[in-house]
């Protein structure tokens, strides 16, 4: 391994920008398609990761969704989280909150109770067994009517206990954030924190992420890096302290580039971006990937990667203390990797 990956991996880092779905592995696929008696189009690992050439974020949703079908009981839920978090135990990941597209499963008949049980269980063990802390963050598919969504909002609050957060995700094309401000006002209501993704040159993107913040008050943005187009924008996210999930190999495979001067440019200018995975199963990277290949392509020091590692867990909905307790926990590596941080 090289110097670069071992510190890589080996800095204790949160991940904020993880779907479930997407850390589906060809191999596991397999495994519950024979399970549930679904026959596959693919025959091989080789045919599915064929299957992978996306030009654009819609061209990836259009092979991501009709693979959920493998995915039907609360067994196969928690495998597919338990999975991912043996990962993120190996990527150096202390903390993570994962999203989830319940609207993916009930638009197709499996219960909301087989997703949310499976996922709870591999979260509880990841915390037994890995010591990974584990949240679930709830995303509405903005495709779907803002009344599915609320639908499902409510059919959430019975396992309010289990999920930090909502979010948004799937097409932003013609589905802008407005249209789900009643959603996500009641979710505020009840207690949860709210984000949303902002994907990269969106049609309308900068207009977005302003109702974002100014209107929906989100706590986070997912992906959001647009904000480099309008300098009182970067100063708004700046203010709001607002953390950016940025995706650098995600960005390279619905983009033509990781987008690593926005993500670097917008580091030096002090606002809260760390590094993040999307889908890893599609995209071929994990979360300490993700930071060795902007290290790569940036020409990041490690000093940048501690900050970014920083940057995960103050962009983090844990409790203050727990926060610190991580936040020295990284100055703690960066000091045994003989870096020297100002106190
Ligand atoms: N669903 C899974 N990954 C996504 C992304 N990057 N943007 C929107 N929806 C998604
Ligand atoms: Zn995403």
């Known amino acids: 391994m090289s110097d670069l990956k071992s510190f890589a991996y080996g800095l204790p880092k949160a991940e904020l920008h993880l779907h479930l779905e997407g850390t589906l592995e060809p191999e596991l696929k397999f495994e519950l398609a024979a399970r549930n008696g679904i026959e596959l189009a693919e025959k091989t690992v080789e045919d599915v990761r064929a299957t992978y050439n996306f030009t654009d974020l819609t061209s990836f949703l259009a092979v991501y969704y009709p693979a959920m079908q493998v995915l039907q009981t609360a067994d196969d839920f928690h495998d597919l989280a338990w999975a991912y978090l043996l990962k993120a135990k190996e990527n150096g990941v202390v903390h993570v ?18 997703v949310i049980s499976g996922y709870r269980r591999a979260a509880v063990r990841a915390q037994d067994e890995l010591g990974v802390s584990a949240e679930l963050i709830l995303c509405f598919l903005r495709d779907f009517s803002a009344e599915y969504a609320m639908a499902t909002l409510m059919e959430a609050l019975p396992y309010k206990q289990w999920i930090v957060g909502v979010g948004l995700d799937s097409d932003e094309r013609d589905n802008p954030p407005a249209k789900f401000a009643a959603v996500f006002t009641r979710a505020k209501a009840e207690g949860f924190f709210l984000t949303m993704h902002c994907d990269i040159d969106q049609v309308g ?10 209107e929906i008050a989100v706590d986070r943005i997912d992906h959001g890096t647009n904000i480099v187009e309008d300098d009182s924008l970067v100063e708004l996210v700046k203010a709001k302290g607002l953390g950016l999930t940025t995706c650098p190999v995600s960005n390279s495979f619905v983009t033509e580039q990781m987008k690593s001067d926005e993500i670097v440019g917008l580091l030096r200018r002090g606002v809260r971006v760390m590094l993040n995975s999307d889908d890893p199963a599609y995209f071929g990277a994990y979360v300490a990937d993700n930071y060795v290949a902007l290290a790569e392509q940036a020409e990041l020091t490690s000093k940048d990667l501690v900050q970014l590692a920083i940057n ?3 962009a983090s909905w844990l409790p203050a203390g727990r926060r610190a307790a991580y936040i020295e926990q990284v100055r703690d590596y960066a000091r045994s990797q003989g870096i020297d941080l100002p106190a």
């Open 205 to 214: 993107s900068i207009d977005n992420i302003r109702t974002v913040i100014e």
């Open 312 to 314: 995960s867990f103050e």
């Open 97 to 114: 909150e994962m999203f989830f597209d319940p609207q993916a499963h009930t638009s197709r008949g499996v219960p909301f109770e087989n």
